[in-house]
């Protein structure tokens, strides 16, 4: 094993945001034309895989809301079936690390879009008896919740609809703390975002973004932003979408280099401490260097390129993002 090789396989991995296919469900178990697989996850050296019970924005009304609810939990559903064969399925940190110890790839679960519990905050408890972990807050589109970096004027958004947190919104966050979910910023308008790191006692997390300072994307975070993670304890996730790599980038013209200086920046913004990697494959992840998750060993031999010890690169490729789980379980009731 070459020394990129070594480090990567002493590391706990973790990829915070990866999407499944919906209403066939993953081909998981075989190799296949997707971006992640079981087999590829073993050929990229990933412990741990968080798969996003992903619901897109709806009709705010009661059917809509019905259809959402049964989507989100027929996926977790689904996700919930797919430890075995070398899979382990994960509520906590602890089980991540009891899976890798096993020797184990963790599959955590989480539901991408406040509009999966509509406007009853009681589902919350119910997602997070699932498995899920972290719950992101909207998706495209204003939801009962909070405003949205991206509205969907075909829905009927107008720019902002709630200022931020709507008063329910404010309410699933201090729920999210007492579950012990992680509240997720990505998709959010920076008035969400502000005000759910002022409100969190946990830390809060950007599970798939990149930084605005280097790619004008309304999908990235600012450098308030960024302070305002740092100040909540919270990790923002760099995730490999070109187009908020660089601008107008695609998956051929963007490169490692280009996702490590977005790393870079955070760190020397706000500290190694608040940054991480994710891939949002299967979502629109995907560059050249990270094509597909069993080329990850690729992401360790750009970091350690740029100069990146052993230690700083097991806390960006997850232990940054474990040590906020770590916190968001401890505080819960
Ligand atoms: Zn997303």
Known sequence: MDATGSVHASLLAMDTHIDIPWPTG??????????VDLPKLREG?????????YVPQGKRDATGHAAAWERATGMLGVIGTLGRDGAHLCRSSGDIRAARAAGQIAIVPAVENGYAVGDQLGRLAQLRAMGATYLTITHNGHNALADSAIPRTDLGDGSAEHGGL????????????????????AHTSKATMLQTAALSKSPVVATHSCIRALCDHPRNLDDEQLDAMRDCGGVVQITAVPSFLKPGGTAETVTLADFCDHV??????????HVGISSDFDGGGGFVG?????????????????GYDQA????????NFLRCMEQAEALAA
């Open 166 to 185: 709507s008063a329910l919104g404010r309410e699933a966050v201090a729920l999210l703390n007492r579950v012990g979910m992680l509240a997720d910023i």
């Open 264 to 273: 870079d920046y955070v760190v020397k913004r706000i500290g190694i401490r």
């Open 290 to 306: 990270w094509r597909h998750i069993g080329e990850s060993a690729n992401v360790t031999e750009a970091l350690l390129a740029r």
């Open 45 to 53: 050296g990933i412990g741990a895989a968080f798969l996003a019970a």
């Open 312 to 319: 700083a690169v097991a806390l960006l490729w997850g232990g």
């Open 26 to 35: 993953p081909d998981f178990f075989s190799a296949g034309p997707r971006h």
